[in-house]
């Protein structure tokens, strides 16, 4: 095995040393290349150390040693693809180079003299090596992730390469860590394994024709590394492993070590190679490890002072604009959905659609309600994947700039969705974009649901008082033919009584105000204003009394001496025709209605009583003064006790019921005397 060892240190010297010479040749003077050049004359060292040892049979610290020199070099190289210095001295001032330098350094000094103060022993250096190789593949696995497509095509070979001779190690020396020494079968392998990267590197070398890849991290927190993690938790089972191999003394040590050594390849491979994995991986660890990129505090009171401060004409226009300001787009419009296959344009600036575009709605409609996603056009051209279920005609979209598409959900129902337009910058949706114009779509969607919702609320109250008043003037209408009824009836019969005459001139007069005012009131499309005037209170009710006579019972009033009040004697007439025609109506021909006037202090009150069939108590209580109930069926519109009411209290005065069921009702009017206009 010695020679096998010697062997792959000597050839893979051989091939640095080559590999070192071409880049010479190349004479690039970049920072970039020099450093290449450096780090691979370092690694012809560290080979030639690495066979030395074998021949000559010297201490293996002097091979770590040189290993180590060799994984710094490698890992400020990549580190320098961060960067545009054009000197060693601008290098060297990089604060990431500096840390990694600073750090470094602390470590091996750390180790070494921690070593020699424990008489030789290697535990911490190979504890030190396992820092070093996963360090380096953390470097790696953030270059490549954080690179363009252009760029990964020119580095993947090196980043295979290093990462390959960086697994190896790592599972050397987590290995010797564990069983307490090196297993030399795979500390002679390693030259054999530096030397068949170096085409790789190679390849690398040539691909990168400038010296400068141009890469920026997103992120410099490198223990929030995704590759960190999973290095992390292989070595928590390597570690158990290797306890449970010396606890339970087996011989297949050399067999499982080689069958972790092939699960670090493939998770390697995966981490390379499975996009959606890694995608999850990267977005679990940036909500639980770093900040956020939005501050939400900021964002929601800078929503609500857009929505506070707009000047927009509509509640739609408001919201789709809110929603463009957020991704910097041109064009938007907010799509509320009718039915499955039927949508309406609520407001839309500077976008256009016809019925062809019926179908993207749908499929937009029905993707939206079963994943809840946000839609990113340019996403699903390149990864239709991405989007299961989905088909879209992107030419289409494209024609049209549509790069977005945010559901709108009021509660877990779908309203719609907002659906944004502009130029094609390459820039993707990353998942705190997505959270934020979620939240920001809920918040919309409500604002936009509350106005439609007050917007029906207020239609429905002027339905509503167009209908109250169109009842109170049927009401008015009905007293009227009522009155012209009574005439036709008692017309023949008393035709020739002169009083009867006299009487229906009167009535035809008082119908004719009515009429008049009703008509008012339909050209002004409001109730008419009420006017007090002196009235004689007495004299006012012998002539509803009088109106009343010609109908069954007769009604008997029983007045105390004149009274004059200020009020309006047109609407306190038809109250009270209307709570006598009530009694009538309720009190049987044979029966009695009584009306009594009488003055106590500064108050009138009025009674009108009847022997008639009464009320229940809880019919007074729940249904007498509702407007429009009525027990009088299609014959009655349930507004003249409520009217009223509404008129009585309405000059300060109080109405008062006592009744019985089967034995007769007593209403009582206490007004206060009002002896001026109002």
């Known amino acids: 095995m010695d020679s096998f060892g010697l062997i792959g240190y000597s050839l893979a010297s051989a091939a640095y040393l080559l590999f070192a010479l071409l880049i010479f040749a190349a004479r690039n003077n970049t920072t970039l290349a020099r450093w290449v050049l450096i780090s691979t004359l370092v690694t ?70 921690t070593t020699y103060m424990l008489n030789f022993s290697y535990e911490y250096l190979f504890l030190l090596f396992i820092v070093f190789n996963l360090w380096s593949l953390v470097l790696l696995e953030q270059l490549y992730r954080s690179a363009n497509s252009q760029v990964r095509w020119a580095i993947w070979p090196m980043v295979i390469a290093l990462a390959s001779v960086s697994i190896f190690d790592f599972v050397l020396y987590a290995q010797a860590t564990m069983v307490g020494g090196i297993d030399f079968n795979f500390w002679f392998s390693r030259g054999f394994i530096s030397l068949v990267v170096v085409p790789l590197l190679l390849i690398s070398t040539r691909r990168i024709h400038n010296g400068s890849v141009r890469i920026f991290v997103s992120r410099h927190v490198v223990f929030y590394s995704s590759m960190l993690m999973i290095a992390g938790v292989y070595l928590l089972v390597m570690a158990f ?41 990267k977005v679990f660890i940036a909500k639980n490890f770093f900040a956020n990129k939005y501050e939400y505090r900021d964002e929601w009171l800078n929503l609500i002072g857009k929505i506070e401060t707009t000047s927009a004409e509509s509640y739609y226009q408001m919201a789709t604009q809110i929603m463009m300001s957020k991704v910097e787009v041109h064009a938007g419009a907010i799509i509320k959905k009718v039915t499955d296959q039927r949508f309406s344009v609520q407001y839309s600036e500077n976008m256009s659609f016809d019925d062809s575009f019926n179908e993207q709605l749908v499929q937009f409609s029905l993707f939206c309600q079963r994943q809840g996603w946000i839609i990113d056009i340019e996403e699903y051209s390149k990864t239709p994947t991405t989007y299961p279920e989905l088909s879209l005609d992107v030419k289409m979209l494209n024609e049209k700039s549509i790069r977005f598409v945010v559901p709108i959900f009021i509660g877990k129902a779908f309203y719609g969705m907002f659906l944004l337009a502009g130029k094609d910058d390459g820039k993707q949706l990353n998942w705190e974009d997505r959270d934020l114009l979620s939240a920001i779509s809920k918040q919309l969607g409500n604002f936009v649901s509350l106005h439609e919702a007050n917007d029906k609320l207020a239609e429905s109250k002027q339905f509503d008082a167009f209908n109250r008043m169109s009842a109170f003037l049927v009401h008015d209408l009905k007293n009227v033919q009522a009155q012209l009824a009574l005439i036709t009836t008692n017309a023949k019969k008393h035709g020739d009584n002169p009083e009867f005459v ?39 009710i012998e002539s509803v009394v009088r109106q009343r006579n010609i109908d069954q019972p007769q009604v008997t009033f029983d007045s105390i001496k004149d009274c004059e009040m200020a009020i309006d ?110």
């Open 502 to 540: 006299a009487d229906v001139y009167e009535t035809v007069e008082s119908a004719t105000e009515r009429l008049a005012k009703v008509l008012s009131q339909l050209r002004n499309k409001q109730a008419a204003q009420s006017k007090s005037e002196l009235v004689n209170v007495a004299q006012l």
């Open 44 to 113: 012809v060292v560290a080979n030639v150390v690495a066979a030395l040892q074998i021949e000559l049979g010297y201490s293996l610290q002097w091979v770590m040693v040189s290993d180590a020199c060799k994984i710094a070099c490698w890992s400020i190289l990549i580190l320098l693809c961060n960067t545009e210095h054009r000197s060693f001295r601008d290098m060297m001032g990089n604060k990431y180079i500096r840390q990694y330098v600073s750090i470094w350094s602390m470590l091996m000094i750390v180790c070494w003299f």
């Open 241 to 281: 492993a290797g306890y449970v191999i010396n606890y339970i003394g087996g011989e297949w040590g050399s067999v499982v070590s080689i069958s972790f050594l092939v699960l670090s390849g493939l998770v390697l491979v995966v981490l390379l190679i499975t996009e959606s994995l890694r995608r999850k991986l």
């Open 569 to 678: 004697s047109e609407t306190f007439h038809s109250v009270l025709n209307h709570l006598i025609q009530n009694a009538q109506e309720a009190t049987n021909n044979d029966g009695w209605v009584k009306v009594s006037l009488a003055q106590q202090g500064k108050h009138l009150e009025i009674t009108i009583k009847d022997n008639g069939c009464g009320m229940s108590k809880d019919f007074i209580d729940k249904r007498l003064f509702k407007p429009f109930d009525t027990t009088k069926g299609n014959a009655g519109m349930g507004i003249g006790v409520f009217e009223a009411k509404q008129f009585i209290e309405s000059i300060a005065g109080l109405i008062k019921v006592e009744s019985h069921a089967g034995q007769g009702t007593t209403f009582i009017v206490d007004l206060p005397i009002k002896p001026v206009y109002e």
